[in-house]
């Protein structure tokens, strides 16, 4: 396993995120277990979940399914890189969701009480809040950070001009602030290299890429079809985006045939040579799933790959960061 610092902190992560959303809905608590178990085998120490994930009202499922495999002891806890998140909905009350103080301080205190830890490590706003001033939100966070519960903040789904405004924010009050961004980034979903991925470098935050391989569209579904498994690609909104980009897959697959590598290493791999990025997050269902992420970490995309990758996933205008992208 590679491992980088997360942003400009002195934080060592892996190079890629163990994503959790599947415990509990899709992945069984034992077989949640195993994979965790061999996430630490592979040396994957940065997990990723949320206090909305089981995605049933106020339960917080899959922190507490974390919170039972670290009770297991055996040094899982101080060995993970532990995030997770604050925003959705928790309760059916007013206070129950969003960034107010309030509900900040209440939220962390939930989660660290379903994930029998005594410290989030990494503490992420799961989306931005239009209502809430900075000053209450920093205020709340470094409350947590005072009190040793939140070691890092980081936010998710920010826009460039969100993350400058907490950045601004946070220098004011001699803060920290955010220390990472995660946001929908792969071959097909290309737009924060418009302004997200450049303020990001600018203010010293690490990119930790979600859905990476776009819903499974980037992790062969066609070869998937042909061979009768089944595969995500084919049904949901995954279904509508293979109808209409399935040209563009087809050639996709053949050039990672030709390289000699499956796709979904292929995106991943590219993902990994992307500026700024940290840690793209997968999500296995199954153990298999897992043991075959890794296979990214050996794929060398050298320029030529890279260029026809361009070529079938097209950046947003001319490339590159605003405005250049578009503009003289």
Known sequence: MEYTNLGRTGLSVSRLCLGTMNFGPQTSEPDSFAIMDRALEHGINFFDTANVYGWQLGEGITEQIIGRWFAQGGGRRDKVVLATKV????????????LSARHIIRACE????RLQTDTIDLYQMHHVSRTTPWEEIWQAMETLVAQGKVLYVGSSNFAGWHIAQAQAAAGRRNFLGLVSEQSIYNLMTRHVELEVIPAAQHYGLGIIPWSPLHGGLLAGVL????????????????ADALAEHRPTIEAYEKLCADLGHDPADVALAWLLSRPGV????????????LDRSLGALTVDLDEAPQKRLDDLFPPIGNGGPAPEAWAW
């Open 110 to 113: 939930e989660s660290l009480r």
């Open 223 to 238: 070869r998937k079809m042909a061979e009768g498994g089944a595969a995500r690609g084919t049904s949901g909104r995954a």
């Open 87 to 98: 925003y959705g909905k928790m309760g059916d009350w007013p206070n129950d969701q969003g």
């Open 278 to 289: 940290t840690a793209p997050i997968i999500g296995p269902r199954t153990l298999d799933q």
